[in-house]
């Protein structure tokens, strides 16, 4: 069976006298989805930054694959497989579609930067392989046709999309989605599922942030459910369907 790849003991975060994030513990299964929702200001979005790092906790401890990374700085748990897409999509749009992603894919890069300032042989191998490799992920995701085209120019899926291959990109051990399915029209939903599922199949865990309840409920092994900054309940899809508390305050008829 395999062990836990991130778990999160007991981690807290206040922003002045507010709580956003309170004592807050679970665990993520190797090789599994795991959902986390709520409502709006629940504390979903904060925990994400408290797990890559973008913010630090004010009590507990986050550990990803049995390292304590609490204090880690966010290129470090990058490098150590933390990959993320965001809510709003971090795009550089006058860059090309495959230029956004190559720059994902720049932490698993072995070349030296004396090799990138003389364009070593090292170098340039490295460019030809980053270019195949990148070039391969948008055909995964379904961009390879657009690859060659500003960032700026693509319609809210494709930027979802490539949101997604930039992560991918970086080789993650843990794909964490922030409202990845957000603006999405029911047909790009149930292709970004295919594509999670293809990803958790090739051996990625993935953490996820949604409202798509339909999206939630098939894609998930299991669920943390949060309000205020507290876990509410956690489970398996059906367990959460049934719990009475979560039935009432949050999804309702949507489960």
């Not at 665990?27 to 409502?39: H, T």
């Not at 270019?131 to 500003?150: I, N, Y």
Request: hydrophobic share 45%.
């Amino acid at each position: 069976m395999a062990g836990f790849l991130l778990s999160v003991d007991e981690v807290s975060k206040r922003f002045g006298g507010l709580s956003a994030i309170s004592k807050l513990s679970f665990r993520v299964r190797e090789g599994s989805i795991k959902a986390l929702i709520g409502p709006n200001g629940a504390g979903k979005s904060t925990l994400f930054n408290l797990i890559t790092g973008i913010d630090s906790p004010s009590a507990g401890q986050i550990r990803f694959d049995g390292l304590d990374v609490t204090d880690m700085v966010p290129n470090r748990r990058a490098a150590l497989g933390m990959g993320r897409t965001f809510q709003t999509p971090q795009i550089f749009g006058e860059m090309s579609v495959l230029e956004n992603v190559q720059v994902g894919y720049h932490l698993r890069g072995k070349a030296s930067w004396f090799d990138a300032l003389l364009f070593t042989r090292r170098s340039r191998r490295e460019e030809l392989h980053t270019r195949d490799l990148c070039a391969a992920v948008l055909e995964k995701v379904g961009l390879s046709a657009k690859s060659h085209e500003p960032a700026g120019g693509l319609a809210c899926g494709e930027l979802k999309l490539l949101e997604m291959a930039r992560a991918l990109a970086m080789g993650p051990r843990l794909l964490l989605l922030d409202e990845f399915a957000a603006g999405l029209t029911r047909a790009e939903t149930e292709h970004m599922m295919a594509l999670v599922q293809s990803v958790r199949a090739e051996g990625v865990t993935v953490l996820l942030v949604e409202h798509d309840m339909h999206l939630v409920m098939n894609l998930s092994d299991e669920i943390v459910v949060l309000n205020f900054g507290e876990k509410v309940a956690e489970g398996t899809p059906e367990e959460i369907r049934r719990n009475e508390r979560v039935i009432e305050v949050y999804l309702g008829a949507e489960v």
